[in-house]
């Protein structure tokens, strides 16, 4: 009888850590993405005839496109943006600019925040759909223009 506890009690070690692991690098494989679809956003939403002139402004409809585009394809999600790890995704990006004239080429910054609950094992035996991670990132636009 101890025997079978122990191999129940080893199984479900095994299945916590593999869950972990899972978390673990879909945490820092959504932090990538993040940071890669911040940077698009940047690219996107910046007008060459502006950064030419010395204004820095972001265009935000442009940029959040580009941003939530650039991240559903990197990691494959479907249009819901969820695949068969990530459930419930949502990504938001912030656009923080001076629209003060008298301040022309501040410098920009995005941020973003990726909320998205990961599938696993363990959350499953207690009636938990997965383990819900938060990812935060922020992207400042180093342009020289002041």
Do not use: C
């Not at 920009?108 to 609950?117: F, I, Q, S």
């Amino acid at each position: 009888m101890k025997t079978m506890w122990a191999m129940l009690g080893a199984l479900l070690l095994s299945i916590l850590v593999l869950d972990l692991g899972m978390v673990y690098v879909t945490y820092h494989k959504i932090s990538g993405t993040a940071e890669h679809a911040l940077d698009a956003a940047l690219v996107a939403g910046i007008k060459m005839e502006d950064a030419s002139l010395g204004k820095m402004h972001i265009d935000e409809v442009t940029a959040r496109l580009a941003a939530v585009e650039v991240f559903r394809e990197d990691l494959n999600l479907d249009t819901g943006l969820e695949n068969d790890i990530m459930k419930n995704t949502l990504i938001t990006v912030t656009i923080y600019q001076d629209l003060n004239p008298d301040h022309p080429g501040s410098r920009p910054y995005l941020e973003g925040t990726v909320k998205t609950g990961v599938t696993a094992v363990s959350p499953r035996l207690f009636g938990q759909e997965g383990f819900p991670i938060t990812v935060r990132k922020t992207r400042f636009h180093m342009s020289k223009y002041k």
